[in-house]
């Protein structure tokens, strides 16, 4: 199934809405005690969302999507976690090196924006903000110590992500965390995509676009790192809650590198997608 977060025209907190090709469905409308949020939904384990499924493919009061507005694919995560150098060619071209162990760091929860969301910085801060599409796996079940084998019976699902980031702060700091959790630096959505949809997540078509110029165009094939690597190494040292987002890393083709370098400029449009799951895009505006 699709889920995403939106707000209609009446305004409102943003609610969970099932998907399904053009409308939504709000999951409130399905049942008494229907979850509000995918914290809700997870947090109901398979059953809820075996009655969630039954009854929204009973049901009427869909919604256009075309009237819906889209907060972050996940609200308030017990933690994002994102893993950088995980791609060959990205690290190549920053200039540095993919490590042994996963490089991991924690992006702020102010950064997560939706879809369509315009994310403003001031050009004072940063002149060097990149962008960065990435498959976001959300944790569906406690993990702690698993196997690789058994790591992907944890997640939930999938989702996009773009890691929005300012470079001259990057390579100034020791610590990556800041450069990329200015407000709105971490775009997740439209949708999450549950786990049984995505049959092997090491097999998708990732790519990102930017003012109409595509600047990657990989697959997740390429990770140094598979997903089920990841869920394994990060549950050795800590359990994983479910909600955890956890965001694995770009493949080449960031601004940075670029000859001229692409950087996101002030009225830039940058939309990331992962096929089978959705394009996020994000609007930019800089103030002087």
């Known amino acids: 199934m699709r889920f995403a977060h939106v707000t209609t025209s009446a305004g409102g907190p943003p609610r969970l809405a099932v998907v399904r090709d053009d409308e939504a469905l709000i999951t409130e409308d399905l049942f008494a005690g229907a979850p509000r949020l995918l914290a809700d939904l ?33 609200l308030a995560p017990p933690v994002v976690l994102a893993i950088g150098l995980n791609y060959a060619a990205h690290s190549s071209e920053l200039g540095l090196k993919a490590d042994t162990a996963p490089t991991v760091f924690v992006l702020w929860p102010n950064s997560l924006t939706g879809h369509e969301a315009t994310t403003t910085w001031p050009r004072s801060l940063s002149e060097s903000v990149d962008y960065e599409a990435e498959l976001g796996v959300i944790i569906g079940r406690p993990a702690k110590d698993v196997s690789v084998d058994d790591a992907l019976d944890h997640v939930w699902g999938y989702t996009v992500v773009n890691d929005i980031t300012a470079r001259d702060i990057q390579f100034s700091e020791a610590q990556w965390s800041r450069c990329k959790s200015f407000d709105g630096f971490t775009p997740t959505g439209p949708f999450v995509v549950t786990a049984d949809e995505v049959a092997d997540p090491q097999d998708l078509h990732i790519w990102a676009v930017v003012d109409g110029q595509t600047v990657q165009d990989g697959s997740t094939g390429q990770m140094i790192r598979s997903v089920a690597t990841l869920v394994s190494h990060l549950s050795s040292s800590a359990t994983l809650l479910p909600g955890t987002l956890i965001s694995t890393g770009s493949p080449g083709g960031a601004g940075y590198s670029r000859d001229p370098q692409i950087f996101l400029r002030d009225r830039s449009t940058v939309t990331v997608g992962i096929d089978g799951i959705g394009s996020l895009t994000t609007h930019c505006r800089i103030n002087d």
Request: zero cysteines; proline letters at 3%; hydrophobic letters at 55%.
């Open 42 to 74: 997870i947090a109901g384990g398979d059953d809820l969302l075996a009655r969630v499924r039954e009854a929204a493919g009973a049901a009427d009061g869909w919604h256009p999507l075309a009237g819906l507005s889209f907060a972050s694919a996940v």
